[in-house]
């Protein structure tokens, strides 16, 4: 699954309306008759009584107070599934069907434990049977546990190990709009009509939404289904098509082949309208791309890039993709970025649709490198799968490093994918991971919120950094090696952190590496503790000698904390003069020491640089002097120092004055060579880097003089890259892009009006858009930043008419720019409309509102105040609530803000749902912004005073 760049107790009442139960049938008067006359004649009272208890709501009780895990038993475990279902879609939005699970019996037992919830079970048409004779087992009890979305079945007589029994179950439940279980979304087409489909979202933990069943990954099992739908739709699963049935009533029911040995989560359904496009991959294979009719144009990339990579895995990995087709679905409503379903694969329309007479670079960037990311997730997530959420990084943060393989084999030339991989997966995973919230990344999982909180930037952008980090010590033969080795011995099984270091050993022994310490021992230290180190290089200790420590950056509200954890640390260097990788030395920092001392790389006084090609996932500090020789290397003769060690060069200086321990002066001076830069990677990291900053001062005397600080570094490169520049590289392009966004943003009026001018002629004639895709977002904003209600009503208006999800994007981030609140109110509150704004598209409106320029405590007030409906739509779901806690406090740093987020947190700690990790990340970031402020803001006064600024 890929990010999308994260539950209120209910009343009773409603609990039971979450998972109805038909009640079983009373016992007839003729039987209770007899049944006292029984008890008289023959004193079975005992029995009898027990009987009827378990019926009862305190015998239910009882039996479920046996069982208070989180996880299921194991006693009974699945092997096939029989699911058959019937989709209804408008006007009723139902579902009906029947599920039955072939099961082994492990151990004696009277309950069967599996999940259900949000769905009606008919106990009266339950079944329990012994696979073999076929003899029935007599149910007489049920509970459903609401907490722990059991269903528990109890048994007149114990199933018996080594047996296997056959449960079947009936179920309903309605088709809703939640975007997880079997959920409903819509398009509209060309000619103004909505159509309506059914699409099933399973991952993490929502198959249980559907249907009952055993919904946890160790428990695979195959699977067979057919499903039942109007004449007018095809259905999709898994595997493909055996079957087509016309029924009598016109209805057609679809019947799929049987899937291999996967996961319950992995199980899917796609019931629509869509068209499709189709091409081959090894052995005549088909591989098709589904999407709405008016939309089959844009699916060529994606289908031409997915079976290249679908090609190239087969090989890398050595072992050829085990089903009989691929399909990839763009679902118009989708809440993650796109899901690995084992032979259909879901995505967002943006992240697999691509107009090739209009797209921007980062945009084809993205639809690539999620495709490669779900292909690499058939083997690593499908094939082999994590043996319980803990151990989660072995789909995703396998899948988030690996996809960089597929991608520079899709497109070699393209991108600079080192330079991509830098600033998408490693830069956010060193943020993510520097306050005292930041968790691990194999770390305890046991609640259902659990499950859903674990999917976050730890585990997908740190999880491939560490990765990176490894093949890059024990060299890319290895890393491939032990890969193929893991996947050989758990394929179609499960496994854990502990085995697939064992796989890399075996591949490290095999390939005689020196110099390379116990792989566990060194990779438990960046798995199973949080954080990471930052090493300071001292070059002033005298007789050529370098002094090296490492310490846990660690940034807390709380000056004195500090933690004894260390890493075992590949510890790289290089010096004045360094071309390539190959131009290092690299040392072990063992976890059990905080220092070393050791020769320098080369005689003499020149600058020593850490982490060169930032292979390793710490950041470097140095002394005074090297970093001094550095930033004047920037001045004069930069290209010395590689593009992405610029980048790290920013980066480190301005995280590092976050502790301070540099002062905010070096921070800046890394920056003073940027009118120089021709690379994005490190224009780009500035200038995230400085909107931070921007956001601290922004409400301070200090602000004014800031602003002419950037826009005297900035305004070189906007003339050189200005609206006029075309035929640019996609490196520049991304260039320009940040300039122009940027110097527009602070007020450039040249800038400024040339944005105006591209607005005001596109407003004059709406049908003919000649603004250039990769500008929309900038001159939109600028637009209506600096005009009235006229302009942004325009873009409300082009929001609502426009079928284009990528440029629904663009719109929402200029409507967002206005610095009239009451407009800024009114695209939060008409945007709830899902009618209008889709409930993931919805995300982009009030964050784009939180970080704009005058929207931040305004989208504040709109969560708080609407908080309930943020908590339904999003509290159960994955990224998209941790997104908008993020945004809404993104900028307070007053001690007023910090008490009130605390009250909230405390009053809502009941309602936190899948962002309860990410309350408690934003209360650590406001008080980072507070330490922020303490720290630097004089230091910032004066060096602008310094440089005479202001």
Same mark, same amino acid.
């Given at each position: ?98 599920v039955k699970i072939f099961t082994t019996c492990n151990q004696t037992t009277t309950h069967i434990i599996l999940h259900s919830k949000h769905h009606t079970v008919n106990t009266d048409a339950t079944r329990i049977t012994d696979t073999d004779d076929g003899s029935s087992v007599k149910v007489v009890g049920y509970?459903?546990? *609401?907490? =722990?979305?059991?269903?528990? /079945?109890?048994?007149? @007589?114990? &199933?018996?190990? #080594?047996?296997?029994? %056959? ?66 739709? *095809?259905? =999709?699963?898994?595997?493909? /098509?055996?079957?087509? @049935?016309? &029924?009598?009533? #016109?209805?057609?029911? %679809? ?73 990839? /679905? ?570 009130e987020l605390e009250s909230f947190v405390e009053t809502h700690s009941d309602q936190l749902g899948s962002a309860a990790s990410a309350f408690d990340a934003a209360i650590s970031w406001v008080k980072l912004n507070q330490r922020w402020v303490s720290y630097n803001y004089n230091d910032v006064m004066e060096w ?7």
């Amino acid at each position: 699954m890929e990010m999308e760049t994260m539950q209120v107790d209910r009343e009773e009442d409603e609990e039971n309306d979450d998972l109805r139960v038909v009640e079983p049938k009373k016992f007839p008067a003729s039987r209770v008759v007899i049944i006292i006359g029984l008890i008289i004649a023959a004193g079975l009272i005992i029995v009898l009584a027990i009987n009827v208890a378990i019926w009862s709501s305190s015998g239910v009780e009882e039996l479920g107070s046996s069982w208070q895990e989180s996880r299921l038993p194991g006693d009974v475990l699945p092997y096939h599934y029989d699911v058959s279902i019937k989709v209804s879609l408008d006007p009723e939005f139902l579902s009906e069907g029947s599920v039955k699970i072939f099961t082994t019996c492990n151990q004696t037992t009277t309950h069967i434990i599996l999940h259900s919830k949000h769905h009606t079970v008919n106990t009266d048409a339950t079944r329990i049977t012994d696979t073999d004779d076929g003899s029935s087992v007599k149910v007489v009890g049920y509970e459903f546990r *609401t907490d =722990l979305d059991y269903l528990i /079945v109890t048994l007149a @007589t114990a &199933l018996q190990p #080594g047996y296997n029994y %056959t449960l079947y179950f009936e179920f309903s439940g309605e088709i809703d709009d939640s975007l997880i279980g079997l959920y409903k979304s819509s398009y509209i087409d060309s000619t103004g009509v909505r159509h309506w489909l059914a699409v099933t979202q399973f991952s993490p933990a929502e198959a249980r939404r559907m249907m009952p069943g055993f919904d946890e990954p160790a428990m695979k099992a195959t699977f067979r289904a057919d499903v039942t739908h109007s004449a007018n739709l *095809t259905a =999709l699963s898994n595997m493909p /098509v055996v079957g087509n @049935t016309t &029924l009598p009533d #016109g209805w057609i029911k %679809t019947q799929f082949d049987t899937t291999v040995k996967m996961s319950l989560y992995l199980l899917t359904f796609v019931i629509s309208d869509f068209n499709y496009t189709e091409t081959y991959f090894s052995d005549d294979r088909p591989f098709r791309v589904w999407c709405p009719p008016d939309s089959v144009d844009q699916t060529q990339y994606s289908l031409e890039k997915g079976a290249e990579i679908i090609n190239y895995f087969e090989s890398y990995f050595n072992i050829k993709y085990p089903l009989p087709k691929m399909d990839m /679905v763009a679902v118009p409503d989708f809440g993650a970025g796109a899901m690995e379903n084992w032979g259909l694969m879901l995505f967002r329309e943006t992240r697999l649709l691509l107009d090739l007479n209009s797209y921007t670079d980062a945009e084809k960037e993205n639809v690539v490198a999620i495709v490669s990311h779900e292909l690499v997730h058939q083997w690593f997530g499908n094939l082999v799968t994590a043996d319980w959420w803990s151990d989660i990084w072995i789909n995703e943060g396998f899948a988030s490093y690996l996809e960089y393989k597929g991608t520079q084999h899709a497109e070699p030339t393209g991108f600079d994918w080192e330079s991509v991989f830098i600033r998408a997966d490693m830069d956010r995973a060193l943020t993510a991971d520097y306050m005292p919230s930041s968790p691990s990344i194999v770390r305890t999982v046991d609640t259902y919120n659990q499950i859903n909180e674990i999917f976050s930037t730890i585990i997908y952008r740190k999880g491939s950094s560490v990765l990176r980090m490894m093949e890059h010590f024990i060299g890319e033969e290895t890393m491939r090696k032990g890969l193929q080795y893991f996947l050989e011995e758990f394929q179609y099984s499960v496994a854990n952190t502990d085995q697939f270091w064992a796989s890399m050993q075996t591949a490290v022994d095999e390939n005689n590496l020196e110099n390379i310490p116990d792989i566990k021992t060194i990779m438990d230290t960046w798995t199973r503790q949080a954080g990471y180190p930052y090493i300071t290089i001292d070059t002033q200790i005298g007789d050529n000698q370098l002094h090296i420590t490492q310490k846990h950056f660690l940034l807390s509200a709380d000056e004195d904390e500090t933690d004894e954890r260390f890493w075992y640390v590949p510890v790289t260097l290089s010096s004045a003069g360094y071309t390539s990788p190959d131009d290092t030395t690299l040392i072990w920092l063992p976890n059990t020491e905080s220092e070393t001392t050791l020769s320098k790389p080369v005689d003499g006084e020149g600058w020593i640089i850490g982490n060169p090609y930032l292979h390793n996932f710490y950041i470097v500090n140095y002394d005074d002097s090297n970093w001094q020789k550095l930033i004047e290397t920037l001045k004069t003769t930069w290209t010395e120092i590689p593009t992405v060690n610029r980048a790290g060069l920013i980066r480190n200086a301005f995280d590092i004055a976050k502790l301070g321990e540099v002062n905010i002066g070096i921070a800046f001076n890394t920056t003073s060579y940027l009118p120089m830069e021709e690379s994005s990677l490190p224009i780009r990291t500035a200038l995230s880097q400085l909107l931070y900053v921007s956001h601290m001062l922004r409400t301070t005397a200090a602000y004014t003089s800031f602003r002419e600080y950037l826009l005297a570094m900035l305004t070189p490169l906007y003339n050189k890259y200005d609206w006029t520049v075309d035929a640019l590289t996609s490196d520049e392009q991304y260039i320009q892009n940040a300039i122009l966004a940027r110097v527009c943003g602070l007020g450039l009026q040249e800038c400024v009006d040339a944005a105006v001018v591209l607005f005001t002629a596109w407003q004059a004639d709406p049908d003919d858009n000649q603004i250039k895709v990769e500008w929309r977002s900038t001159v939109y904003c600028t637009a209506v930043g600096n005009g009235g209600v006229e302009e942004w009503e325009f873009l409300w208006d082009q929001y609502q008419s426009s079928t284009d999800a990528h440029h629904k994007i663009s719109l929402s981030a200029g409507m967002a720019c206005s610095r009239i609140p009451w407009l800024l109110y009114r695209m939060l509150n008409d945007g709830l409309d899902t009618m209008i704004v889709k409930e993931q598209d919805y995300v982009t409106f009030i964050t784009g509102v939180a970080y704009s320029e005058v929207g931040a405590d305004l989208a504040w007030t709109f969560f708080k105040d609407n908080y309930d409906i943020f908590y339904e739509r999003y509290g159960d779901g994955l990224f998209n609530f941790e997104k908008i806690v993020t945004a809404v406090t993104y900028t307070f740093k007053t001690d007023y803000q910090l008490a009130e987020l605390e009250s909230f947190v405390e009053t809502h700690s009941d309602q936190l749902g899948s962002a309860a990790s990410a309350f408690d990340a934003a209360i650590s970031w406001v008080k980072l912004n507070q330490r922020w402020v303490s720290y630097n803001y004089n230091d910032v006064m004066e060096w602008m005073e310094h440089y005479g600024l202001g």
